[in-house]
């Protein structure tokens, strides 16, 4: 287990960031929460790369072992992903905002049900 | 910020190192860290410094709406056209190999032209994002 | 060269048509572009179906690199199947689409209502199609962005709040598929679907090859609503475009399906050598579950699109229930079902379209004496409505007949009591589907608006053909069952 | 540390700083574990775009979170039982920085052996984004172009141009 203390890392700050998702109201916060838990599982892809004293991919002379790169690689596009799911909901968030007046999960969901019980 | 005049000197010096440095991002990638995303960010935060200085109505004269949009497309179409390239030359999708005569040069086009396709639909993304998010904090106007 | 190429071709068609679409796409051009690549994809899933059938399985390697060092593409009969449903609805709703869209989204952003409703055509078919774990998670979120902002197109506000609430679900679910995508690349080093299967037999005792399995079932679970994990579906389908609401409800759910399929039977065989037997009853209860309180919710909705919604829930609910037997014949009523449901909620969105179309809302008000105003498209309502029942002669009667089978042939305990729930939300089925009905033919109008009148001969003429399907297909069975119980060999035997 | 206090804060620019400073942090790290490409990345990305982005947004809505009402028992669990499970994984990950785990014996050695020679370049992280990998690389670009098409449905204007006027 102590070898393995990045992993317990990374895994503790991802449950912070899955936290802030299901629990905030404030849909601008749920997103950052989404990008905590993201990049925390991205340290998971990228800490399984490592060697001890390897360095990074890209060859020069010299022979330490190489880092792994197809994580590396892998996050990269994950990391895309992320912030065009960030730069959609940021969208939609701005969105809401103007439609509802409010980012706040409670009060939206209390218009909407006032809107279901008037004509 | 538009009265600001040091800011405005200093930025119009800065944002052609800024664009030298992206150029250099997307072509270097191959050899250190970087490539057609990295240097798509960085090209567009050129931009974006650009619009905040200057104003949106600025930067809409110097980068259209229209123009960036079009650079949007235009950028997956590079990519996915390099793949229906290899298709057309008797490869399989994607494939680098037969875009030139020696292989291991293919390959290098390859790259370097699909890198050039996600450099301009990044930045081209990137500026569009800004673009639509600053134009949506002024009132109308045109 | 065009034969040996198809797989590609399966996705880059429509990915290419998108950028196209929104360079070129004005009026009526951008339609245009994107039935053709719609149709061209459905012509390819074909023609790939064909080949798979007369060949055996089709592997093409992206780029030339084989694998597992590219990425792979990978058609069988499961995949193949999967295509066909999905090119086949977006080939169907592309008629149907002109007019519903043209009434519901602004023409300034049609092009780029196109161009996004081609991205989601091409995600869906992408995962489908790949043989690489990775890759799959791309197409995923390809697929789920786009349809994202296409929820958020709806006319309503709320449109925008539940694409929202997709948007975090849909991304929780993601994220977890990666996490449990990673570790399975932890342990095998890995990211090809076959190769991840054969390195896994080694690992079997592993944690990480448990806790991903965990991972996986829970974040495509969640992507595919299944209950509990549905609240984001209802209110995605109630206020997304009508043309949408079809395309979603008949094909989106199902590839999260086809995805737990892959990686519950392809990746870790079944498991049940695992020790995740547990993971099956849970499915069991869930399906239940979600086949009873989908159907009794659904019951007491005023909005006919939620009914519907709700009415998906319960239907994946079979699905869940299908491959929590892992049997043969529970795996062909879920892959059947993945077919006939396809064809019967896409049938019942249609019509809810066209009634927007005229009527401008879709509660049941709305639907009063619309029998007799717009017999034909009501007329494709019953049909597809008593599929969703079960009656004989439809393609519903189709799966229930294989669920049913497939919960006798694993005992009296649980069979006997899993066949009684089915049958017992079957008549729930029929309550929610009546009301419908009687609003439709046994009310009179609310007087006023006469002027309704049936809806455009495309709109009508593309719910006739998946309405029409329902009975077709639930009369002769050959190509269904016929290719759904290769799909059940080759899932639990590895056979093709 | 920063992660927790951003779950603390109200105050939504605080928060959108903080998360600035968290993917910095984490810049640092992915570098630390040799992953240049990806530390280049996540600072130019996650520091960069998601903080400006993330302003934009907060100035076009608010910048105060409301203080929950409740006690928040399900997410607590949902959390808890999510992070068991993946530290119930832990003990038998391959230890970390050993180069003898399973990643570092399947495919990976073909990509660093091979890349010089059949590809040319010296950058494997290139290599096998743009080349090996190509395709994922592709639906990466749609996903982005996807963002784009999106963020111009959500919030682009609607101006009708004149028919006939082109670009």
Not at chain 2, 40 to 46: K, L, M, P, T, Y
Not at chain 3, 74 to 94: K, P
Not at chain 3, 112 to 128: E, P, W
Not at chain 3, 333 to 341: G, P
Request: with cysteine; proline share 4%; charged share 10%.
């Amino acid at each position: 287990m102590a070898a393995n203390f990045v992993y317990v890392f990374a895994i503790v700050i991802a449950m912070i960031g899955f936290y802030v998702v299901i629990d905030r109201g404030n849909l601008l916060k749920k997103l950052i929460g989404l990008n905590i838990f993201q990049t925390a599982v991205f340290l998971i892809y990228i800490s399984m790369g490592k060697i001890s004293g390897g360095t990074a991919p890209i060859l020069y002379d010299g022979d330490a072992p190489f880092s792994n790169p197809l994580p590396h690689v892998l996050i990269l596009t994950a990391i895309v992903v992320g912030v065009a799911t960030l730069a959609l909901g940021l969208g939609l968030v701005v969105r809401i905002k103007e439609a509802y007046g409010t980012i706040e999960e409670d009060e939206i969901q209390a218009q909407e049900a006032a809107e279901e019980d008037g004509p | 910020m538009k009265e600001h005049l040091i800011l405005r000197v200093i930025s119009k010096e800065l944002i052609p190192f800024v664009m030298l440095f992206a150029l250099y991002v997307q072509m270097h990638g191959d050899y250190g860290p970087g490539g057609g995303f990295q240097a798509g960010v960085v090209f567009a935060a050129a931009f974006v410094l650009y619009g905040l200085v200057f104003g949106l109505k600025t930067l809409r004269k110097v980068a259209p709406v229209a123009v960036v949009g079009a650079l949007v497309a235009l950028g997956l179409l590079i990519y996915a056209g390099t793949g229906v390239a290899g298709l057309l030359l008797g490869g399989t999708y994607l494939e680098y190999g037969p875009l030139a005569h020696d292989p291991v040069h293919g390959h290098h086009y390859g790259i370097m032209v699909i890198e050039l396709g996600v450099g301009i639909t990044v930045a081209a993304v990137m500026i569009t994002i800004f673009q639509s998010f600053a134009g949506r904090g002024e009132p109308e106007q045109d | 060269m065009i034969a040996a190429n198809l797989p590609a071709l399966q996705v880059v068609i429509p990915l290419i048509g998108a950028p196209l679409c929104m360079l070129l796409g004005r009026g009526r051009i951008a339609w245009a572009l994107s039935a053709a690549a719609t149709w061209a994809g459905f012509a390819v899933a074909i023609a790939l179906l064909v080949a798979v059938i007369e060949h055996g399985p089709i592997s093409y390697t992206m780029g030339g690199w084989a694998p597992p060092w590219g990425i792979e593409y990978r058609v069988d009969y499961l995949s193949a199947f999967v295509l066909l449903i999905v090119s086949g609805i977006a080939a169907v709703v592309m008629p149907y689409a002109y007019h519903s869209v043209n009434s519901e989204i602004p023409e300034s952003r049609q092009r780029l209502f196109y161009t996004a409703y081609l991205l989601t055509f091409a995600g869906l078919l992408g995962m489908a199609i790949t043989g690489d774990a990775f890759n799959a998670f791309v197409f995923m979120e390809i697929s789920s962005l786009s349809s994202y902002v296409l929820i958020s197109l709806g006319r309503s506000r709320r449109a925008l709040y539940a694409a929202f609430q997709y948007l975090v679900l849909g991304t929780i679910g993601a994220t977890f598929f990666v996490i449990g995508v990673g570790l399975l690349y932890m342990v095998t080093g890995t990211l090809n679907m076959a190769d991840m299967a054969e390195r896994l037999a080694a690992q079997a005792d592993s944690r990480v090859t448990l806790a991903a399995f965990g991972f996986l079932v829970v974040g495509l679970s969640l992507k595919l609503a299944l209950f509990p994990l549905h609240l984001w579906l209802p209110n995605a389908y109630t206020y997304a475009p009508s043309m949408i609401s079809a395309l979603l409800a008949a094909t989106g759910t199902k590839v999260m399906v086809y995805l737990l399929l892959r990686f519950m039977f392809t990746i870790y065989g079944g498991g049940l050598h695992l020790g995740v037997a547990p993971v099956y009853h849970v499915l069991m209860v869930l399906g239940l579950l979600a086949a009873v309180t989908g159907s009794l919710v659904a019951i007491f909705q005023d909005n006919i699109k939620r009914m519907l919604a709700y009415s998906s829930i319960a239907q994946l609910g079979y699905m869940a229930l299908g491959i929590s037997f892992a049997s043969g014949t529970g795996i062909t009523a879920a892959t059947v079902h993945l077919f006939n449901h396809a064809l019967m909620k896409g049938a019942l969105f249609m019509v809810m379209g066209s009634v927007m179309l005229r009527c401008g809302g879709t509660t049941i008000a709305h639907l009063r004496g619309l029998g007799r105003r717009m017999p034909l498209t009501m007329a494709a309502f019953v049909i597809a409505g008593l599929s969703m029942i079960g009656v004989p002669g439809t393609v519903g009667f189709v799966s229930k007949w294989y669920l049913v089978q497939a919960a006798l042939g694993s005992g009296f305990w649980p069979g006997v009591p899993v066949a009684v729930v089915v049958l017992a939300a079957s008549l729930l089925a029929v309550i929610y589907i009546w009301r419908v009905v009687e609003a439709a033919y046994f009310a009179d109008p609310d007087g006023g608006a006469g002027a309704i009148e049936e809806a455009t001969w495309p709109m009508v003429a593309a719910t006739w053909i998946l309405a029409g399907g329902c009975v077709v297909f639930g009369l002769t069975t050959d190509l269904t069952v016929g290719v759904a119980s290769r799909v059940a060999t080759l899932l639990l035997t590895g056979a093709p | 540390m920063v992660a927790l206090t951003i779950v603390r804060l109200r105050n939504i620019f605080a928060v959108v700083m903080l998360s600035g400073i968290y993917s910095f942090l984490m810049a640092t790290t992915f570098l630390v574990l040799d992953a240049v490409d990806v530390a280049f990345t996540e600072a130019a990305v996650g520091a960069g775009i998601t903080t400006v982005l993330g302003l934009a947004a907060m100035a076009l809505t608010t910048d105060r979170e409301k203080i929950p009402t409740h006690w928040p028992t399900l997410p607590l669990a949902v959390v808890v039982v999510t992070g068991a499970i993946l530290l119930y994984a832990v003990p038998d990950m391959p230890r970390f920085g050993a180069a003898d785990s399973p990643i570092h014996r399947h495919v990976v050695p073909r990509y660093i052996d091979e890349t010089p020679r059949a590809i040319g370049i010296p950058n494997i992280v290139t290599s096998v984004l743009a080349d090996y990998r190509g395709y994922d690389t592709l639906g990466e670009v749609t996903v982005i172009f996807t963002a784009g098409v999106g963020v111009l449905l959500l919030l682009g204007r609607t101006r009708r141009r004149p028919k006939g006027s082109t670009k």
